[in-house]
């Protein structure tokens, strides 16, 4: 399977401690994405990365959360102290950079769902 | 900042009929729409995009939709649905070329009655 690759695929965590996702992206994509989709919504945008830069991050990505790109490659949001209110499903997308008139479409992974109790 | 509204939570259709998903966007400059499907266990897919040109596009699956800018709407449509059009389907708008971030609408639950 060479498509986007998201784990773990479900998370079950307590109040407060620390959670972290990995995402392995398409492998000549260049760009990566983090998206948050909560039930009955579509999802919302959390970061992005070009290679290993980080280039715009979220107001919704609260400082509990840190997302990183090393080597520009996977990525690993990770969230610390968690609370109830970051239960969702948490998505994971790749792209190449947009060359026109193609936008550099996005390739979604199936998500790491968050459960916080 | 722009917004999109999808109106209908759920649209069923019997099989083989037509059907219509609405989407209307909110926005005080040009924006590039889109519309994602999200299949049973799988990630979000795309349908559609209209960038520029041509009102009308098509999409993968038999579905095509149409920007009305007037009517700042980018509904989607198929004329005879099957059961595997069975999904989740968002629309979602980008006010950069590249989609950095796309802003998507709350999504319309399909679902084929046999």
């Known amino acids: 399977d060479t498509g986007v690759s998201q784990n773990p695929r479900h998370k079950i965590t307590k109040r407060g401690q620390n959670v972290t996702f990995r995402c392995d992206p398409i492998s000549e994509h260049n760009r990566l994405y983090w998206y948050r989709q909560t039930l009955g919504q579509g999802p919302e945008f959390l970061t992005y990365?070009?290679?290993?830069?980080?280039?715009?991050k979220s107001r919704l990505l609260s400082d509990r959360f840190s997302a990183e790109r090393p080597k520009g490659s996977f990525s690993t949001l990770e969230i610390q102290r968690t609370e109830q209110g970051d239960s969702a499903m948490y998505l994971c997308?790749?792209?190449?950079?947009?060359?026109?008139?193609?936008?550099?479409?996005?390739?979604f992974g199936e998500g790491s769902r968050l459960t916080v109790l | 900042a722009q917004s999109v509204t999808q109106l209908d939570s759920q649209v069923p259709v019997f099989e083989e009929a037509p059907v219509e998903l609405r989407c209307n966007y909110s926005?005080?400059?040009?924006?590039?729409l889109f519309w994602y499907v999200q299949y049973p266990n799988q990630g979000l897919q795309l349908l559609l995009k209209y960038l520029s040109g041509s009102t009308l596009v098509k999409g993968i699956n038999g579905f095509e939709a149409e920007f009305n800018k007037s009517q700042t709407s980018f509904h989607v449509r198929k004329p005879s649905v099957h059961i595997s059009d069975t999904a989740e389907y968002f629309c979602a708008v980008s006010l950069n070329f590249g989609n950095e971030k796309l802003t998507f609408g709350t999504g319309t639950r399909l679902t084929i009655i046999p």
């Open positions: 997308a790749s792209s190449l950079s947009p060359r026109r008139p193609n936008t550099g479409e996005l390739f």
């Open positions: 926005s005080s400059v040009s924006v590039y």
């Open positions: 990365f070009q290679n290993e830069a980080q280039l715009e």
